[in-house]
T-cell receptor, first 117, second 117 residues
């Protein structure tokens, strides 16, 4: 079974500052993928960044970077230079090794980020 | 990224009626589609996984006779909430995946907000 834990129900950050959203995971799969999604108040799920368990380098996508520490089973999302439009709910998710059936995403409980002036 | 549409974006219905929600992959063939349910301020809960041409696989606790899923083609899956009741009011989101594997990204639809009076 897979489990994602996001311990920060809410976070505040000032505009232009960096913020780290925590995510820890647990899985018995030898290979897995970690995803971060952003959900604004409109409800759509916006893909932000992906990290594979065997990727040598931490993933980066523009202002988003993933601090992947495999031994600690953590995959924290770092948002640099926060913008007001970053205010949203953020979900960490994972899926395990493909076993020939559809690989399901397991979501964390989410962190609500509020960017202030 | 690939585009997934959902229709309708919101629906209000009377208790006891049935509601159909469509999920379409617009520019790719979806090997697998997923249906999620999200209550306010909560995470996404997977309801079922559907593959084209076969019966959906429901998660534990999800009533298959109440939430009918049809995946008739590689670009269309439908969720029918039968005999809807107020407790079925929720945000329903579909996602679609091309191919399988832990590296594969799921593309999400914009969601459907269902209100049962």
């Amino acid at each position: 079974a897979q489990k994602i834990t996001q311990t920060q129900p809410g976070m505040f950050v000032q505009e232009k500052e960096a913020v780290t959203l925590d995510c820890t995971y647990d899985t018995s799969d030898p290979s897995y993928g970690l995803f971060w999604y952003k959900q604004p108040s409109s409800g759509e799920m916006i893909f932000l960044i992906y990290q594979g368990s065997y990727d040598q380098q931490n993933a980066t996508e523009g202002r988003y970077s993933l601090n992947f520490q495999k031994a600690r089973k953590s995959a924290n999302l770092v948002i640099s230079a926060s913008q007001l439009g970053d205010s949203a709910m953020y979900f960490c998710a994972m899926k395990g090794l493909n076993t020939g059936t559809a690989s399901k995403l397991t979501f964390g409980t989410g962190t609500r980020l509020q960017v202030t002036l | 990224g690939a585009v997934v549409s959902q229709h309708p974006s919101w629906v209000i219905c009377k208790s006891g009626t049935s509601v159909k929600i469509e999920c379409r992959s617009l520019d790719f063939q979806a090997t697998t589609m997923f249906w999620y349910r999200q209550f306010p301020k909560q995470s996404l809960m997977l309801m079922a996984t559907s593959n084209e041409g076969s019966k959906a696989t429901y998660e534990q606790g999800v009533e298959k006779d109440k939430f009918l899923i049809n995946h008739a083609s590689l670009t269309l899956s439908t969720l029918t909430v039968t005999s809807a009741h107020p407790e079925d009011s929720s945000f329903y989101i579909c996602s679609a995946e091309e191919g399988q594997g832990y590296r594969n990204e799921q593309f999400f639809g914009p969601g459907t907000r269902l209100t049962v009076l």
